[in-house]
């Protein structure tokens, strides 16, 4: 995240926010127990989180080849079909009693050209006889194929396993030939899809992991694998991105559902520093810490420079600190300049939330 994204958690993570005072000249100096951490550098990459949302691998349109008027549709929404299942049937009369005749018309034409062949094998037809026989043979062939072909095409088969989506035409409504009927979803792989704004859409060259998160199973990050992201983006310059669901076994899933997807990136090579959110207090309207140098050395209020907050309890640091420095990390607002502290034992840090 960006330093800015402090501004965002600072009233939230800090109940109070004071100035840092001075200490009166000629005060005895207070020495006082204070929790005391070490700087250490952040282990963590940074995430980006996303909304939403699961779609099917595949989710297609069927239609007719040919138009009429629909006799059936036997499957309601949400039905698991088969792939080869009848989905829908056209009223197939004028189609069937169509091949009849051209089946009769086949028997005849191919008998009379089996008997012109035959004679033109014995040498007694002529070569024209043959060939128009043969054309014709081949001319009533091609009729009789496409209307069983048409019969056939009154009935409308699932291409896939999958489950109907919508039913769009009904019983006894007369649709074209490649309008839509029935859409479909696959029951196949599961896959989610998130909307980049342009910045990130830039930088997903730097995205190494992904992880979904579903209402049905809060409490079991699903892994992603990125599949592809649009190359244009919709009129609020958003780019469509999918994210093939790697393993969902025992986790149950539909088409819709919404998703929160975090999206972790390649870590970078300057390492930030990380400190618990208790360290930081505000002096002079920005974000310092208290470093502890030794029991005979006061305190130094030191302005420093917050990256992420996270939900661990840390934030990062950008600038102002470095590993192994030691910070006040309790009890920072009741501290002021010139004060000495010195810190608990190690096993009394675990158990203590403020000063002694």
Partial sequence: MRKNSFKTGWALTILACVSCGRTHQGAEPVVRTARIDSVRLSTLAERSVYPGRVCANTEVNVSFRIAGVIEQVPFAE?????????????DARDFRVQLEATEAEYQQVKAT???????????????????????????ITAKYDHH??????TRLAAPFDGYIRERLHETGETVAAGMPVISMIG????QVEINLPVQEYARRNEFERFEAIVSTAPDRPLLLEAMEAAPKGNAT???????????SAGIM????????????HKRKEKAVCEIPVSALFECDGSPHVWIFASEEAPLEAR???VGEIRRDGY???????????RVVTAGVHALRDGMKVKPLPPASQTNVGGLL
């Fill in 78 to 90: 949400g039905a698991f079909v088969r792939r080869g299942a009848v989905i829908a049937e056209l």
């Fill in 113 to 139: 050209a089996e008997r012109v062949i035959e004679l033109y094998q014995r040498g007694s037809a002529t070569r024209s006889d043959y060939e128009k026989a043969v054309y014709g043979l081949e001319q």
């Fill in 148 to 153: 069983k072909n048409q019969l056939a095409d």
């Fill in 187 to 190: 029951a196949g792989e599961w």
């Fill in 237 to 247: 310059q958003l780019y469509r991105m999918r994210l093939r669901i790697r393993q």
């Fill in 253 to 264: 899933l539909a088409a819709g559902m919404s998703a929160e997807v975090t999206v972790t």
């Fill in 303 to 305: 302005p420093v420079c």
């Fill in 315 to 325: 934030l990062t640091v950008t600038e102002g600190l470095r590993e192994g420095e």
